[in-house]
């Protein structure tokens, strides 16, 4: 660093240590806040509240991006970083309101197309984004100097917090909004606890943007991927195989607790190889290691999938069994695909993004054909999954073929 506040340097492994401790203990976390609802609300109300969740947890993996090239940018430019990240902050606030405002006006036709029993939970969503995005924009500043332990601090701060929150909000009142209340409180907390950019300099943004972009629409598409299901359940299905079908996939979404510190790491990790044949034993280290802990984590929640149910969500839901395997195949695959393309944006090669987005559109149409029952989903997802890798295949491995120089300068490789 070239200026800026004295960080104390950490080796690798001990950040590595941290951002997976965090991501394990906000996995957990956040199966408990999402499973623990269910043995609370009423399955009509349960429904609205995964629902009303699945749309927060996509928006947080939206703004995946938006925190990275806040990284790159405070480590990268920190004499001149303040006041553009003080800026995007602001407008953020102000597209907050101005989104809210517009929802006020839509909110009967929204909520009745999407099944929601009232309009609040969606009200309550649109809360939550703004909050999202600036907790973004502070832990990419975080993650920027450095302070890996503090952001794992962070997160598994707001994680802890959450779940206090909601057992207390069910001693008061017992309905999705107020459970979804709960995600919006313990994240400004813990946006407020994170320390803000100073008040330094000018900075230009326009060479990220075509970076950010494309990176922002990659994620879309995985998070839509990951969640979108559920919507769409929603229209097909009552709300009792609704709710039974948001329990499954959010236990099944456990074993993608390890896509989180292995994105944080993969495009520097990438950007960094020096020639083709460093790339290629990068990408097959990372992403082996990947896959061999995800068909772990999918084989354990298989054979403990009776008991976790019981435990978390009890008899109403024991049926929810029958699915998580097909979802969890879903979310390991569909993880060690996100993560093998950003081999591709490391180097800033985004023209995979159209064969992703083709890859979705073959799952919207996978369950628009077949959801005679909860299980085809559930296979649907899992098999457009696996089609969507094989139509990333191509790409990745010319990607690895091609001789390309670090994306990051030399100089700020640490």
Request: net charge positive; charged share 15%.
């Amino acid at each position: 660093m070239s200026a800026g506040p004295s960080i104390e340097r950490r080796s690798g492994m001990q950040d590595w240590a941290a951002l997976v401790l965090s991501a394990c203990i906000v996995a957990v976390l956040g199966l408990l806040w999402t499973l623990s609802a269910g043995r609370f609300l009423p399955p009509p109300e349960y429904a609205d509240f995964t629902a009303g969740a699945s749309l927060i947890y996509f928006a947080a993996m939206a703004f995946g991006p938006l925190s990275q090239t806040i990284a790159w940018f405070a480590a990268t430019r920190e004499e001149s970083a303040g006041n553009a990240i003080r800026a995007a902050e602001r407008l953020v606030l102000m597209l907050g309101v101005a989104a809210l405002v517009v929802f006020a006006v839509v909110s009967p036709w929204v909520s009745g197309t999407l099944h929601f029993r009232s309009a609040r939970p969606l009200f309550v969503v649109l809360i939550v984004v703004p909050i999202l995005a600036i907790s973004a924009i502070r832990r990419g500043f975080v993650q920027g100097l450095e302070r890996f332990p503090l952001y794992s601090a962070s997160i598994s701060f707001e994680a802890i917090v959450r779940v206090g929150l909601l057992f207390l909000a069910f001693a008061l009142v017992r309905d999705a909004a107020s459970s979804l209340v709960t995600y919006a409180v313990a994240n400004a907390i813990a946006v407020l606890l994170l320390p803000v950019a100073p008040a330094q300099g000018d900075a230009d943004l326009r060479p990220l943007f075509r970076f950010f972009s494309l990176s922002f629409l990659a994620t879309v598409i995985y998070s839509a991927f990951l969640y979108s299901d559920i919507l769409m359940v929603k229209l097909f299905f009552d709300t009792n195989r609704a709710a039974l079908y948001g329990a499954a996939s959010f236990v099944a979404k456990g074993v993608g607790m390890l896509v989180a510190p292995f994105y944080v790491y993969a495009v520097p990790y990438f950007a960094r190889a020096a020639d083709p044949e460093e790339m290629r034993r990068r990408f097959a280290r990372l992403c082996l290691g990947f896959l061999g802990l995800e068909l772990i984590a999918v084989a354990a929640l298989y054979v403990l999938r009776g008991p976790i149910i019981a435990l978390l969500l009890g008899a109403r839901y024991t049926d929810a069994a029958e699915i998580i395997l097909p979802i969890s195949i879903a979310v390991a695959v569909g993880g060690f695909t996100f993560i093998a393309v950003q081999a591709l944006a490391a180097r800033e090669r985004f023209d995979f993004v159209p064969w992703y987005a083709a890859g979705y559109l073959v799952q919207l149409a996978a369950v628009a054909l077949w959801h005679e029952t909860l299980t085809q989903v559930a296979f649907a997802i899992a098999g457009t999954q696996l089609v969507t890798l094989m139509l990333m295949a191509p790409k990745i491995v010319r990607a690895l073929a091609r001789s390309a120089s670090p994306a990051i300068p030399a100089s700020h490789s640490h």
